[in-house]
């Protein structure tokens, strides 16, 4: 079992940057493929980037092709997302997520983190 813990959140203006992290613990996070989702207020879950074991497949959203990145550091059991050039529509609650392989159906994730919000002012 996986317990997923995110972080970075907050509140940043129109064009700034964050880096979200996600903690896992237990022994085989490096087995799992890690996805992150976001939900703004009214709407659907909806996939935003997700990367495989080892870093080496990465899918992304169009809507942030060319603004954020997912990464892994295997030894840190973390996985990261960095956001840059954001806009006030990536206003969202931020998940991670774990998974046998790199999806982006939220319904074949496992195992999900609480959730950081990120609210981008105009």
């Known amino acids: 079992q996986v317990q997923l813990v995110e972080s970075g959140g907050g509140l940043v203006q129109a064009g700034g940057s964050l880096r979200l992290s996600c903690a896992a613990s237990g022994r085989t996070f490096s087995s799992y493929a890690m996805g992150w989702f976001r939900q703004a207020p009214g709407k659907e879950r909806e996939f935003v980037l997700a990367i495989n074991w080892n870093g080496g497949i990465r899918y992304y959203a169009d809507s942030v092709k060319g603004r954020f990145t997912i990464s892994r550091d295997n030894a840190k059991n973390t996985v990261y997302l960095k956001m840059n050039s954001l806009k006030p529509e990536d206003t969202a609650v931020y998940y991670c997520?774990?998974?046998?392989?790199?999806?982006?159906?939220?319904?074949?994730?496992?195992?999900w983190g609480q959730g950081t919000q990120v609210t981008v002012s105009s």
């Open positions: 997520a774990a998974a046998e392989r790199p999806y982006t159906q939220s319904s074949e994730y496992d195992y």
